[in-house]
């Protein structure tokens, strides 16, 4: 395909403003995809997506129109994949920009405008949602002046009606511009995501930036060099389509035979052996989790199923590590690294679900340097792994720049938020009259708590919050560890800062006490810095626990009533002769609301 | 209708689905009262008996339990035309058991003598509470001077009846219950039945509970309660003879305690279930559906009877396959399961040669680790070829009953 014929775009949006009815509006209306009883929202392909209504995975499609290759490139919409989002924004030209009619400018629509115009992207506002009583399309003009975008150049749409999807569509056509034309330089492709396929291997994700690539083909990955043959190239519709070769412009796949996804990895180029390009794409950086957490079956018998688990979604994402970890309350787990919580909780969800496991999750951390007395530099991301309190010189941990959208109104709410969680205020900056931008210094481990929840309750749900790493830097932690019956629990130590661990300690006991059932003997638990006891509270025995009714028709109800405490008792883990609950092990990330 | 095999049923259920008010915590099926509704039930209830008397050949009944709803709102003269027809289409043992639940706010001296007259010969009244504040945090419509002049009145004409007593309710101090518990044990009731407050599923109480507007009171004050009542009715001569049950020497339930013994029963009414000793069968708990299946042409009881052709069971069109009832099978570990609890909550226990005789396999072979590790913890006993509860245990009995449950 000549390159002046096509149109290399994705689509950008608040969450709920309707990206991916918009998406399938425009595959059906182009007949993309004709079968009517496509499952709505054809792009995000996983339940876990459709059910929470945000896309992990980029996907592309290819859509013909009136002789036009238009590609339309999903992102994902979280900020623990702000990294693939870039990449596939550097795939693109420009940028459907789709707004609420009736909710309006939001913060993350901000955040999207700033993160195009960084790309370079033509932008396309489009004002979605007209059908709504409640819609003010006037008033959403008025907010795109407010921020510098012509108005008049704003489509008025309804993706769940069809309305006006011709004129979207004819706008991307005019308005963004062709790729450039390198047809006859070293191929460059850049790789915006890959998936792994067990029959195929890695299929990769590329837009071919210059030069063309064709079945076999000789590439190469230009950050490890490793070299591998094209067995197939084609494009999305969505469903695969073989084609013979991908030239510059196109966006497609390319199938080589790469067995692991860690051979190919986002933000990579592609090339060819025998007549590679001079230079890299820029942007590549290899992702690094920043997050940490101990999985462990809570039946020991399924740790072999769990290994097994780990390995093949591990095949399909290459930013998720694990490795082997025992803990003396688990037993054999594995520490796994995550993008962030949202990836933590889609890789957990996915275990539980596809491969039917009851896994005890420890509380997120992150990844500390700790430099000893002797000079020996550590770098530790179990907290149950920390050195003892003696022998650590100096500790430091991962700081970020916070930025937080929101409107003016609850900025109070959000910076008090923001300092109770060790922030440094940095920043803040009026996008119009009544939004805001705050920007704080953090710790990371600060924010993979549940700041993120809070962050929305304080904000009734509108505050945006995206961080970016910033470095390590010293801060004076310690160890606080939790003896539950007089027995340390190592799963459920975490490291605190030194002036918040009384506080911290306390609140952590009185949790505890909630979500630990009563048992037949009194059990104490307690929270211990380096050897000292801080905070102490005692759950006493059980004194009565009997369905004082029982007669004839109730029986089975009864019965069923007892098989549901069975149940209860099975999903818990027994540390020495006390059983702990799985959500024990998460309410060390809880804050006290009061606290 | 579920080929269920009752030849040796011996007890009976009936269910009287009328109430004039739902009490917040009661989960039992009950539709409002209407003396119109009544009457059309009565003839349903009639075409359902007559069906089932021609299922069950010569069964001896050796009791009958007319229970609710509220069966006191009902007059006399329905429940003497169907002990009459019972006695017509079955044989009643000459000592049967005939209870029928009351309420105080509807029995009075009238209605107690009528019942009498009509064979009943035991009553269950749901005293609740000596406390006007409590009964009506209960949707009690009775008061404390009420409940005590039902309760003498009663004494007056019933030598076997039995009061329930509900305690640990929100608020309830120690010394409120000991108050309720001592003017009761003042009328020395040949029977009393004692349960905690519970919170069940589908209730008002259930929402006002999780939305942490009730507050049950601690654990320990719930122990508290049950042990003074303990202690109390057993100086005062009960037999704690079941975990919410007491009786003077000869007064046990006799109705309620073959439940216990895992014996099978009959049963009549929406929402009633009945039991072979393998499956239960229950019908649908909605009145109206069983007045569209017993009496699709809604006709009068009342006519019925002065026709005299209640008799007549040429009137009753039995041959319906019934889409009324869902028929439920024991699995032989729920079957264990069941009858190993229902036994332990007995003061007698559980018999090893009756188990064995049950499930041709010994309750000790089954359940080896867990009696033993009950036994260790001291929540059951071991004597004379039976396990049975500890005093302790009957507080805990849960964590002995979820030891029975095999996977």
Same mark, same amino acid.
């Given at each position: 395909m000549q390159t002046d014929k096509i149109r290399n775009f994705c689509i950008i949006a608040h969450i709920d403003h309707g990206k991916s009815t918009l998406a399938d509006r425009m595959l059906e209306y182009t007949g993309t995809i004709t079968d009517r009883k496509m499952q709505e929202q054809v792009l995000d392909k996983m339940d876990l997506e459709r059910e929470r209504g945000i896309t992990i995975k980029a996907q592309a499609v290819t859509i013909e129109h009136q002789g036009y290759e238009l590609n339309l490139i999903d992102t994902p919409g979280h900020v623990d994949f702000a990294y693939e989002v870039s990449r596939s924004l550097a795939a693109c030209e420009g940028a459907l920009l789709v707004i609420d009619a009736a909710q309006g400018v939001e913060a993350q629509t901000m955040a999207n405008i700033y993160l195009a115009l960084e790309h370079d992207l033509e932008i396309i506002p489009v004002i979605n949602k007209i059908d709504l009583p409640s819609a003010n399309p006037q008033r959403v003009k008025e907010q795109l002046l407010d921020i510098g975008i012509d108005p008049d150049e704003a489509i008025l749409a309804s993706a769940k009606e069809g309305t006006n999807i011709d004129q979207i569509l004819e706008a991307i056509i005019e308005r963004v511009p062709a790729p450039y034309n390198g047809e006859n330089q070293p191929l460059k492709a850049l790789v915006f995501d890959t998936l792994y396929d067990s029959y195929q291997g890695v299929i990769a994700y590329v837009r071919v930036m210059e030069g063309s690539v064709k079945k076999g083909d000789k590439i190469l990955l230009m950050s490890n060099q490793k070299s591998y043959e094209v067995d197939e190239v084609g494009f999305f519709s969505p469903a695969m389509q073989k084609k013979d070769e991908l030239s510059s412009g196109e966006v497609g796949y390319i199938i080589s035979g790469i067995k692991d996804v860690r051979n190919c990895r986002v933000g990579d180029t592609i090339t060819l052996k025998n007549n590679p390009a001079a230079k890299a794409l820029p942007g590549y950086q290899k992702v690094q989790p920043m997050v940490f957490s101990g999985l462990y079956p809570t039946d020991n018998a399924d740790y072999e199923v769990l290994k097994e688990a780990l390995e093949k979604l591990q095949l399909n994402d290459a930013s998720f590590t694990f490795e082997p970890e025992t803990s003396e309350a688990l037993g054999f787990g594995f520490r796994c690294g995550f993008l962030g919580l949202l990836h933590m909780e889609v890789i957990q969800e996915r275990l539980e679900r596809e491969y039917d496991l009851d896994l005890v999750i420890t509380a997120p951390s992150v990844e500390y340097q700790i430099i000893k007395k002797n000079g020996e530099e550590l770098r530790i991301e179990n907290p149950a792994a920390f050195p003892e309190q003696s022998e650590i010189d100096k500790i430091k941990e991962p700081f970020v720049t916070a930025e937080i959208h929101l409107p003016e109104e609850y900025v109070g709410q959000a910076m008090e938020l923001c300092q109770d969680n060790r922030g440094e205020f940095k920043d803040m900056q009026y996008i119009d009259q009544d939004r805001v931008t705050l920007k704080y210094e953090m710790p990371l481990s600060e924010i993979i708590t549940d700041f993120f929840n809070q962050l929305k309750s304080k904000t009734r749900g509108y505050a945006t919050l995206d961080y970016e790493l910033e470095g390590y830097k010293e801060s004076k932690l310690v160890k606080l560890d939790i003896l539950i019956n007089k027995e340390v629990v190592d799963a459920l130590s975490t490291i605190v800062h030194d002036e918040n661990s009384y506080q911290q300690g306390n609140a952590l006991v009185r949790r505890l006490k909630e979500v630990i059932p009563r048992h037949m003997f009194k059990v104490p638990i307690q929270a211990a810095v380096g050897g000292k006891i801080i905070a102490r509270v005692n759950i006493p025995a059980m004194r009565k626990n009997v369905l004082q009714k029982c007669y004839g028709g109730d029986v089975s109800r009864k019965r069923k009533l007892l098989e549901k405490q069975k149940e209860g008792k099975k999903r818990m883990k027994q540390v020495g002769s006390v059983e702990i609950p799985q959500e024990a092990f998460m309410t060390v990330l809880e804050r006290d609301e009061n606290a | 209708m579920p080929n269920l095999n009752f030849s040796l049923a011996n007890a009976l259920y009936i269910h @009287? $689905? *009328?109430?004039?008010s739902k009490c917040p915590y009661c989960d039992f099926y009950s539709v409002k009262y209407s003396k119109q509704r009544v009457d059309l039930y009565w003839f349903a209830l009639f075409m359902e008996l007559e069906e089932l008397s021609q299922k069950v050949n010569n069964n001896l009944l050796q009791t009958i339990y007319i229970g609710g709803?509220? %069966?006191? @709102?009902?007059?006399p003269f329905y429940i003497r035309e169907l002990i009459k027809k019972i006695k017509k289409n079955f044989k009643l043992i000459p000592t049967a058991e005939i209870t029928v639940e009351v309420n105080p706010a509807s029995i009075n001296e009238d209605k107690i003598i009528g019942l009498k007259r009509a064979g009943v010969n035991r009553l269950s009244v749901g005293i609740q509470s000596f406390n006007d504040q409590h009964l009506d945090f209960l949707g009690r419509k009775s008061s404390s001077e009420k409940n005590k002049k039902i309760l003498t009145l009663i004494d007056q004409y019933f030598g076997n009846y039995s009061a329930d007593l509900i305690f640990a309710l929100p608020e309830q101090s120690l010394n409120e219950f000991a108050d309720d518990l001592e003017t009761m044990l003042s *009328?020395? %009731? $040949?029977h009393i039945s004692l349960y905690n407050l519970e919170i069940h599923e589908n209730t008002p109480f259930y929402k006002r509970y999780h939305s942490g507007e009730l507050k049950l009171p601690s654990e320990e004050l719930d122990a508290e309660m049950y042990e003074l009542a303990v202690d109390n009715l057993k100086a005062a001569d009960y037999q704690h003879y079941e975990i919410s049950n007491f009786s003077q020497r000869g007064y046990r339930a006799r109705h309620n305690y073959l439940y216990w013994l895992f014996e099978p029963y009959l049963a009549l009414g929406p929402g009633a279930a009945a039991f072979d000793g393998s499956c239960r069968s229950q019908n649908i708990a909605d009145l109206n559906q069983y007045l569209d299946h017993y009496n699709p042409q809604k006709r009068s009881f009342k006519e019925l009877i002065s026709d005299g052709a209640a008799d007549n069971s040429n009137l009753f069109p039995p041959n319906i396959e019934s889409k009324i009832r869902t028929l439920n099978c024991l699995e032989p570990k729920e079957k264990m399961a069941e009858y190993s609890f229902l036994a332990l909550r007995t003061a007698q226990g559980l018999f090893y040669h009756k188990f064995y005789s049950q499930f041709k396999v010994g309750v000790k072979k089954v359940f080896k680790e867990e009696i033993e590790e009950l036994k260790s913890k001291q929540l059951i006993k071991e004597g004379n070829e039976r396990i049975y509860l500890t005093e302790r245990g009957k507080e805990l009995a849960n964590e002995v009953f979820l030891k029975f449950l095999l996977d």
């Open positions: - | @009287l $689905p *009328f109430c004039s709803g509220t %069966p006191s @709102l009902i007059e *009328f020395k %009731p $040949p």
